[in-house]
């Protein structure tokens, strides 16, 4: 059965400091995998995008890295924000249109 | 929210009611998709559409139904609302399949009592 699985469920976090968040997925074949950020109330939003190929891909304070050996993925956060907080979400999608969702990563900066 | 809006943004209504959730974009993308997302499960699809009165299910689909009849609008139609449809509704958009962004909405809300 094609999943993704999320760790942690929720995270709390000091303002400044690093944060490593964790995907690990059974989907097979394998096309992509991806990571939203989801703030409250809001739509997903698209932080990287990776192809089996690449292992590694940055946007900003964000670095998401891929071992598709594993079938693992890790997302890091740099010198957290207070706007850091909200959930993340892995997402995998097979050799087709759609998109598989891990449940999330709940995130929370303290000041 | 990459030019996708959706109406209503919150709604209450009561079981056995039909509602339809509108979805509308204006970045003229071919690919629109109904997702809904709940406590415990990963956004899942309802049904996506690939252009004008070109639609099909996904995994969730039972107790729904979907019109396209222009590029720009995607309606979700819930002919009998149920309890267990109480969810948030998500709309996005894609240019095309494959590697391509899947562009979310702000979502929909939408309690049924």
């Known amino acids: 059965k094609n999943q993704v699985e999320q760790s942690p469920q929720s995270l709390i976090i000091l303002e400044g400091k690093n944060c490593t968040l964790q995907?690990?997925?059974?989907?097979?074949?394998?096309?992509?995998l991806r990571w939203y950020k989801q703030d409250t109330g809001r739509g997903p939003v698209s932080l990287t995008i990776m192809t089996f190929s690449e292992n590694t891909k940055s946007n900003g304070r964000y670095t998401a890295t891929l071992d598709a050996d594993t079938k693992q993925s890790s997302l890091h956060i740099t010198a957290s924000q207070l706007s850091d907080s909200a959930s993340y979400i892995c997402v995998v999608s097979p050799n087709t249109d759609k998109l598989i969702f891990g449940t999330g990563t709940r995130l929370q900066v303290f000041p | 929210d990459a030019g996708i809006t959706q109406s209503p943004r919150h709604k209450v209504t009561e079981t056995g009611t039909p509602v339809t959730l509108r979805c509308h974009q204006t970045e003229n993308h071919r690919y629109m998709y109904w997702y809904r997302q709940d406590p415990g499960h990963g956004l899942r699809l309802i049904h996506y559409s690939y252009g004008v009165k070109d639609t099909d299910k996904g995994e969730v689909s039972d107790g729904y139904s979907v019109s396209r009849s222009k590029t720009e609008d995607f309606l979700l139609t819930l002919e009998s609302a149920t309890s267990s449809q109480t969810s948030v509704y998500f709309c996005?958009?894609?240019?095309?399949?494959?590697?391509?962004?899947?562009?979310f909405g702000p979502g929909t809300r939408l309690t049924v009592l």
């Open positions: 995907c690990n997925y059974t989907v097979s074949p394998f096309s992509n």
């Open positions: 996005a958009i894609s240019e095309s399949i494959g590697i391509n962004e899947q562009f």
